[in-house]
């Protein structure tokens, strides 16, 4: 089946406007993440779902940030009032459960200028 | 929360070579230790995973050994080839929160 999906692949946007980053995972898996990855740099945890449980925010940066999961299924993630600080490839990732492989999508390559 | 560190940050080595990488936790309660391969523009893959009721896994020349008691595990490449050269993330795993290492850049020199 189709593996998870992000939208859109590339975000140019200025510093101050609000942006909205997709993630479509895979059907049937429970688990929901998103990291950040800045160049040539590692993966910073943001936030995890995981089936109806509440949501694990601790890794969000700023409350400028905030991330929700409709259904179980299609996530966003919001970024208010963008900084330069926000360049970054912002990758979504599912899991059938909580520990078990995750699989990424594509990720979103998010430039503030 | 769970902190992961992970060592070295680049290693280089001669085709054919083995290469060792290290990490450690914090959190003694994580229970599940991945490794990830990404290669230059791709995502993210797994390559091998370890659960805290084993000590060591194989899968032909790569290999993975925890240490619960220490905290630490590490990812073995034997008879590296160039095809390796990637960056490799350890991570760790209490509850399904999954947290990664800094990454380890190989290059494997032909």
């Known amino acids: 089946g189709a593996g998870v999906s992000q939208s859109p692949s590339n975000k140019v946007t200025e510093k101050g406007k609000d942006v909205e980053l997709r993630c479509d995972p895979i059907s049937g898996h429970t688990a929901l993440y998103w990291y950040r990855q800045s160049l040539g740099q590692g993966l910073e945890f943001l936030i995890y779902f995981q089936g109806n449980s509440a949501p694990d925010k601790s890794g969000l940066p700023s409350d400028r940030f905030s991330a929700e999961r409709t259904g179980g299924s299609v996530s966003t993630l919001t970024i208010q009032r963008t900084q330069q600080e926000d360049s970054a490839v912002y990758l979504c990732?599912?899991?059938?459960?909580?520990?078990?492989?995750?699989?990424f999508g594509n990720g979103t390559r998010l430039t503030v200028t | 929360g769970e902190n992961v560190e992970q060592h070295p940050s680049t290693l280089s080595v001669q085709e054919g070579d083995s290469a060792v990488i290290k990490c450690t936790y914090s959190d003694s309660a994580s229970n599940y230790f991945p490794w990830y391969k990404q290669e230059l523009g791709k995502r993210p893959q797994l390559i091998i995973d370890i659960r805290s009721n084993v000590g060591e896994k194989k899968d032909q020349r790569i290999a993975v050994t925890l240490n619960k008691t220490a905290k630490h595990f590490s990812l073995h490449i034997t008879e590296t080839q160039p095809e390796d050269s990637a960056v490799y993330f350890c991570?760790?795993?209490?509850?399904?929160?999954?947290?990664f290492g800094q990454g380890t850049e190989l290059s494997v020199k032909p």
């Open positions: 991570a760790a795993s209490r509850e399904g929160k999954l947290i």
């Open positions: 990732a599912s899991s059938s459960t909580g520990e078990s492989p995750l699989h």
